[in-house]
C-alpha cells in the first residue's frame, strides 16, 4: 500500500536541547529514527524540521527533508504543513512517528497506516498496548484509552479508565481484566490534517492537554489496536539517551 512516513523533528526541546543532533551510538537521533522508518516501506520518508542544522544533518543520510515555520504549536501543525507542501490528496495516508523514538519497530509502523486503510470510516489511527502493573494504571503521564467492539476509541483519558467500582484500583486483578495505555504514534488521512489545524481547541483537550481529544469532539472516529510489537519509550531526558546508548552499546 501507498503511505506516506513524516518524522517531525523540533530542535528545541526544553528537556533536552538539540535533541534531534543528539547522539545515539554514534549517530544523530533523528538518523536512528530514519534508518528505523526506512524499514517501514513506505512510498515516502520525510523529516519535518525548523532547524538548518537539522536539516543538514539529514541531507547527510540522505534523508528528504520539508523545512517548517518555527512557530506551529504542535506536531499535528507541523504535519499538516508538510501535507500541503508535498500536495498530498485528501485521501493520502500519512503516519507520525516521532524524532524521538530511536527504537520505534518498523512493524508498527506498517500496522498503524494498514489499519486506517481498512477501516475508511476512521480519519485517524494509532496504537496501544495492554498495562500489565497498577504503577502505570494509576499514572496520570500513561495515557488511557477505551474503545469498542470495532476497535473504534470511546475516550481517551490520563485518568484511569474504566473505573472499577466494586474494588480499589490498587487491586484490581491486570491478568483477568484489560485495561490498555496509548501508544503516541498516529496515521493521519491528509483531509483530517488539514481539518485539524482549523479547529479549536476543545473543553476536553484543554483539561487533560491531549490533542487527539479535539478530533473525537469534532466527530472524527479514531481507530485503536494493540500494538504487534513492543515499543520502547522515547528520548525525553539526559536519563533517556544514556539508557538507550547502553542499549545499542557493542
Known sequence: ?????????????????????????????????????????????????????????CERFGAHVCMTREDHESGTDRLAEVVDQLELGDDAIVVNVQGDEPLIPPEVI?????????????????????????????????????????????????????????????????????????????????????????WPMASLERLEKLEQLRALYQGVRIHVEPACATVPGGVDTQADLDKVNRLLSP
Open 110 to 198: 506498517e500496522q498503524v497506516a494498514l489499519n486506517l486503510a481498512n477501516n475508511p470510516s476512521a480519519g485517524i489511527a494509532t496504537l496501544c498496548e495492554r498495562i500489565t502493573d497498577h504503577d502505570t494504571l494509576l499514572d496520570p503521564n500513561a495515557v488511557k484509552v477505551v474503545f469498542d467492539k470495532s476497535g473504534m476509541a470511546l475516550y481517551f483519558s490520563r485518568s484511569t479508565i474504566p473505573f472499577n467500582r466494586d474494588t480499589a484500583m490498587t487491586a484490581v486483578d491486570l491478568e483477568r481484566e484489560a485495561w490498555y495505555r496509548h501508544l503516541g504514534i498516529y496515521a493521519y488521512r491528509a483531509r483530517t490534517l488539514r481539518a485539524f489545524t482549523t
Open 1 to 57: 500500500m501507498s503511505y506516506t512516513i513524516i518524522i517531525p523533528a523540533r530542535y528545541a526541546s526544553s528537556r533536552l536541547p538539540g535533541k534531534p543532533l543528539a547522539l545515539v551510538a554514534g549517530k544523530p537521533m533523528i538518523e536512528r529514527v530514519w534508518l528505523q522508518a526506512q524499514k517501514a516501506g513506505a512510498s515516502d520518508l520525510v523529516v519535518a524540521t525548523d532547524h538548518a542544522g537539522v536539516q543538514m544533518a
